[in-house]
């Protein structure tokens, strides 16, 4: 009973973090500045990245993990650098 309870929870968890990934991507569609479109695209990444993680668990493949941590590092760099352009108008100096 415990590893179906286990598989459901993770079906579960799934489900709404695919939800809640749709309502980002509302965000990002009808945000009505820049600032809320850059939060809806930090929301994204975060969900995909926790949608691999309960991928990987449920399959036990550790490709999954590693793709997430990609996802975590580029996600984070990039929401710097869109933060910085909006405060700044340039990314590099």
Same mark, same amino acid.
Request: hydrophobic share 65%; aromatic share 10%; no cysteine.
């Given at each position: 009973m415990t590893? @179906? #309870? @286990? /598989?459901?929870?993770?079906?579960?968890?799934?489900l709404i973090l695919? @939800?809640?990934m749709? &309502?980002? @991507?509302?965000r990002i569609i009808k945000?009505?500045?820049?600032q809320d479109r850059v939060l809806g695209?930090?929301?994204v990444y975060m969900n995909a990245m926790? &949608? &691999?993680?309960? #991928?990987?668990i449920r399959t036990g493949d550790s490709i999954y993990f590693e793709i997430a941590l990609a996802i975590? &590092?580029?996600g #984070?760099?990039?929401?710097?650098?869109?933060?910085? #352009? /909006?405060?700044?108008?340039e990314v590099i100096e």
């Amino acid at each position: 009973m415990t590893a @179906l #309870f @286990l /598989l459901w929870a993770i079906l579960v968890a799934q489900l709404i973090l695919g @939800l809640a990934m749709l &309502l980002s @991507l509302y965000r990002i569609i009808k945000g009505p500045r820049a600032q809320d479109r850059v939060l809806g695209l930090d929301a994204v990444y975060m969900n995909a990245m926790l &949608l &691999l993680i309960t #991928f990987g668990i449920r399959t036990g493949d550790s490709i999954y993990f590693e793709i997430a941590l990609a996802i975590a &590092l580029l996600g #984070f760099v990039s929401t710097i650098a869109l933060a910085k #352009f /909006l405060m700044r108008g340039e990314v590099i100096e």
